[in-house]
């Protein structure tokens, strides 16, 4: 009987001893990257593990190494040829060891315990500095807790102000403690905490953590109780509360946006993070695929203006689309929509107030959009023939490089109704003609223009005549530049081209370019006698045009662009004021007699 009783305690005993010590094992990964050459070194303390839930460690080893080139998925194969790695113990049974030169296999398996640091550093070996990632497992035995941690806790039904948690009981075990913590970490059990509570029952946490921030990271611990006074260690996890929709998530909340007076108006960023459906259906002009996240503005135009040009600045979208409505929120009339980043709306409605809906194609990128809305600039002052820009042609120059650069732009130029001729085959559609004139003075002229920045497709036409009876004597649509070479001028005569670009359809907005007016040829004698004849200022002119004369000057009659006399003078003087004051804006040719010699000269009114 004795016998018996002692053998029962001998096997209880060794039954507790078991429990006692009973272990654990579990890996954690440790890695770094970065340049090979730098080097790049990942260093591990024994204080760096923390999957032994606070309980002694009894046993550490090296277990998987692993490195990656250029990325965390990258090649694995290239260790021992474009770099390899050292590794490096101090403290525990593996005090002083060093292994120079490694590769994966190396290191596995090394004993490691009572480590106080591991030390991994990479070796560049080949004439190229590359990147690379690598990472270590350690395997940790360590003593079973008598009360597991709970694990794999997970965030339902999070919303801006609220979230429900779960999680997995670590044994079996019913009471649990949580507390929680906004936009910053903390240690738990040390009254560091937003909220705190006990939980009961079944693990999960619902319906009760309400009354949170928006768009803010929640770090929560939760721990076991597993009676008695056993508390496991904590564990812990993290969650995003939702955003705030944008303001301008709908129609009815859509944000007024400044339209700007011939100009972009001020720039508007926007955001389509977390917005919703609002609920309109897609206009049947759009092209993108509505998956909701649309965002909303709204616009008066101003008095006056039946136009206004849209420009994308940025955009974080795949394709941002566009709708235009007109109408009020729940009775919207679709107008226009555009895809491109830049759009031109027009047939608008002076005074109206029209609304503006932007989303990403699919609703699958997220975030800012920039843009500007304005009415277009007026049409440039050179926009017919009647108000042809003049320029002088410069003579003696050896290319078009050394020739003299003369700005233009064709932005909200219109149509002139001169249709555009055909040249080189191609014919084009001159919608958006800028004028020029010139009075030669050598009998061949270059003009060659380029465009700047913004290709244009320029095309260029010349003309002898007048406005109103042109005569074709040249074009040039090749490529950039374009140029065209003119023969057989009258020298003084006065000759016009225009510059459109090709397409119909394209934007005018931004787009400019350079004008060259040159012959290799020199200025004739008889030409430089005759500009000899007089001289004349200013040029604009406001009101007075003075003209001064070595001779008398006989006679000065002005015209308009049309051909129409508007002046008539017989001064008998060597000098005259020429009186423009009641002459409307634009060109004008003012036809000067001295001494039996009569020479024209193109003033510009302003």
Same mark, same amino acid.
């Given at each position: ?151 794999? !806790? ?108 011939? !100009? ?315 009186? !423009? ?26």
């Amino acid at each position: 009987m004795k016998k018996i009783t002692l053998w029962l305690f001998a096997l209880c005993s060794l039954a507790f001893l078991w429990q006692a010590n009973a272990q654990s094992q579990s890996t954690e990964n440790f890695g770094a990257f970065g340049s090979d050459a730098a080097p790049t070194v990942l260093t591990i303390n024994s204080t760096d593990i923390t999957v032994n839930q606070g309980q002694p460690i009894q046993a550490v080893s090296l277990g998987t190494f692993t490195s990656h080139y250029d990325s965390p998925t990258g090649g694995t194969g290239w260790c021992g040829d474009w770099y390899d790695f050292s590794l490096a113990v101090t403290g525990g049974v593996a005090n002083g060891t060093s292994i120079p030169n490694g590769c994966d296999a190396d290191f596995n398996g090394l004993d490691v315990t009572g480590f106080t640091t591991i030390t991994i550093t990479s070796n560049n070996i080949d004439p190229w500095i590359d990147t690379v990632y690598f990472d270590i497992d350690l395997e940790v035995t360590y003593q079973t807790p008598s009360c597991l941690a709970p694990t794999n !806790m997970a965030a339902s039904n999070v919303t801006i102000s609220a979230a429900d948690l779960s999680w997995a009981a670590g044994g079996g075990e019913t009471v649990w403690y949580l507390e929680w913590k906004a936009a910053a970490n903390f240690t738990p059990g040390n009254s560091e905490e937003d909220g705190a509570d006990t939980v009961s029952g079944t693990p999960e946490y619902n319906g009760m953590l309400t009354s949170l921030m928006s768009d803010t990271v929640y770090y929560v611990y939760y721990q076991a109780d597993c009676g008695g006074g056993d508390i496991s260690a904590w564990s812990s996890f993290t969650f995003t509360t939702e955003a705030l929709p944008p303001a301008n998530d709908d129609c009815a909340n859509a944000i007024p946006i400044t339209i700007g007076l011939e !100009m972009c108006g001020p720039e508007v960023i926007g955001s389509n993070v977390n917005a919703s459906n609002s609920g309109v259906s897609q206009a049947s002009c759009a092209v993108a695929t509505y998956g909701g996240g649309d965002i909303w503005y709204t616009f008066t135009m101003p008095s006056g203006a039946t136009e206004i040009n849209f420009s994308v600045n940025s955009s974080d979208f795949s394709t941002t689309q566009v709708e235009l409505y007109s109408g009020a929120c729940g009775a919207l009339v679709e107008e226009a929509c555009a895809t491109a980043s830049s759009a031109t709306f027009s047939g608008l409605s002076s005074s109206a107030t029209y609304y503006l809906r932007i989303y990403d194609w699919g609703n699958d990128d997220f975030g800012d959009v920039a843009f500007c809305a304005g009415t277009p600039v007026s049409p440039p002052a050179n926009d017919d023939c009647a108000n042809a820009e003049v320029l002088v042609q410069e003579t003696n120059i050896t290319s078009a490089d050394l020739a003299t650069s003369h700005p233009g732009t064709i932005e909200s130029a219109t149509d002139s109704g001169l249709e555009a001729e055909e040249c080189n085959s191609f014919s084009g559609t001159a919608n958006d003609d800028v004028w020029y004139a010139f009075e030669a003075l050598t009998e061949n002229v270059n003009i060659t223009v380029n465009d700047e920045a913004v290709f244009i497709d320029i095309v260029i036409q010349a003309y002898s005549g007048a406005c109103g009876a042109l005569v074709n004597i040249g074009c040039a649509d090749a490529g950039n530049p374009e140029e065209v070479m003119l023969t057989g001028l009258t020298i003084g005569d006065t000759y016009y081209f225009r510059v459109y670009q090709y397409s119909d359809s394209s934007t005018t907005i931004g787009k400019t370019f350079n004008v060259k007016l040159w012959s290799s040829d020199a200025l004739s004698v008889s030409n430089a006698q005759e500009k000899a004849l007089f001289a004349y200022s200013p040029n604009p002119v406001n009101n007075m045009l003075n003209i001064k004369a070595q001779h008398h000057i006989t006679q000065v009659a002005v015209y308009n662009m049309l051909g129409q006399q508007v002046v008539d003078m017989a001064p008998n003087a060597v000098s005259s004021e020429v009186d !423009m004051s009641l002459l409307q804006a634009g060109a004008y040719f003012v036809k000067v007699s001295v001494d039996g010699k009569t020479e024209t000269i193109r003033i510009i009114k302003k």
